[in-house]
């Protein structure tokens, strides 16, 4: 049973991996086998990441990557290939929320949000697709976010991009089934993260979030790592197009 969550051998590609879940699940890989191409808009912010990996005994890649722009999507991929031979896995993982009520979100905001967390993911699925599908092999794992499904206010822009998200997976994975690259969804809900900040220091709005999670508590980035190297491996190998949530109950009620 072991090795079927094993991915030693394996090049995964981490996209937003200088903090929050990306730089966890980066080395949740390495720990698994993997060896990793770690990747931000800041590149000292992920050259940082792979120095830390460096006991991991496993080949780190720090590489600048804005998702927003393909030219830099495009560069960065070749350069992974060039010095890692392949890539085997993506993890989907760059995103921004911007919290306002739907009367108060400018143009900028709305498309800063969905050129982030849905286009920004459709271009690197993209340009890496081409790669897997020349191979036969690969597996993605797109992070959305348990607001694909539910809501609440002020998340206009970031629900919108999330539910996006999950389709564009499902899309993603009927096309790409043939060429043996299967591609899933991650929903986590309300996590221990940087982005959630905002969250976790205001009394109110973390009792908003307690009255309505069964589990009464926030998820810890480590909790996401079982799902991550279950699709990332062969323990998943007949599932593709499909979501998974892990937000503490909260889609259950």
Request: glycine residues 8%.
């Amino acid at each position: 049973m072991g090795t079927l969550f094993d991915v030693t051998g394996q090049v995964a590609l981490v996209t937003g991996a200088s903090r929050g879940f990306g730089r966890s699940i980066a080395g949740a890989l390495a720990e698994a086998g993997a060896d990793l191409v770690v990747t931000s808009r800041n590149l000292a912010d992920v050259q940082a990441v792979a120095a830390d990996l460096l006991p991991s005994g496993r080949s780190v890649l720090p590489l600048q990557m804005d998702v927003t722009r393909r030219e830099e999507v495009e560069e960065a991929v070749r350069r992974a290939v060039a010095s890692l031979g392949k890539i085997d896995i993506l993890v989907n993982n760059a995103g921004i929320n911007i919290r306002r009520p739907a009367l108060e979100l400018t143009d900028g905001d709305w498309e800063q949000t969905l050129d982030t967390n849905l286009t920004g993911c459709f271009r690197v699925a993209q340009v890496v697709g081409r790669h897997m599908l020349t191979r036969q092999q690969g597996r993605i794992v797109n992070i959305a976010s348990m607001l694909a499904s539910v809501t609440i206010p002020e998340r206009a822009a970031y629900a919108s991009s999330k539910g996006g998200l999950v389709q564009m997976t499902r899309t993603l994975a009927v096309e790409w089934a043939p060429f043996n690259v299967r591609v899933n969804a991650i929903c986590p809900g309300p996590f221990l993260t940087d982005l959630n900040k905002v969250i976790l220091d205001d009394p109110e709005k973390v009792k908003f979030f307690m009255d309505r999670m069964p589990m009464k508590r926030f998820g810890r980035p480590e909790e996401l790592h079982g799902a991550v190297i279950f699709f990332a491996s062969e323990a998943s190998s007949f599932i593709t197009g499909t979501t998974l949530y892990i937000d503490g109950g909260w889609t259950a009620l």
